[in-house]
């Protein structure tokens, strides 16, 4: 690897060199990488509706398999918050 400096994508969550235009930001239309995106809750849908996920600010995103986390997402894609998530299962932890 070259001496380029590494950088972690506040957008994706992966590694990239800086100065990479991670598809994630092109989706948001921002290239802002700060940390000031605040907390982005996902709440998977019910039963019927597994793997779809309503993102906090007002998307939806849906996942073949696994959890945002289970898929390593850190960030929302849409907003860059901290994904906060909520699935459908959660509710029943207490009973």
């Known amino acids: ?22 598809a994630a930001v092109s989706a948001s239309g921002s290239n802002d990488l700060s940390h000031d995106k605040g907390i982005c809750e996902w ?3 019910g039963w019927e509706m597994q793997g779809n996920w309503e993102t906090g600010c007002s998307n939806l995103f849906s996942m073949i ?4 986390e289970e898929n390593k997402f850190k960030f929302c894609p849409y907003c860059g918050g901290d994904i906060d998530q909520h699935g459908w299962a959660d509710n029943f932890d207490d009973l």
Do not use: A, F, W
């Open 1 to 22: 690897m070259s001496d380029e400096e590494l950088i972690d994508c506040h957008k994706c969550g992966y590694t990239h060199r800086e100065g990479y235009n991670c």
């Open 65 to 68: 398999e696994g959890t945002p």
């Open 43 to 45: 709440h998977e849908q």
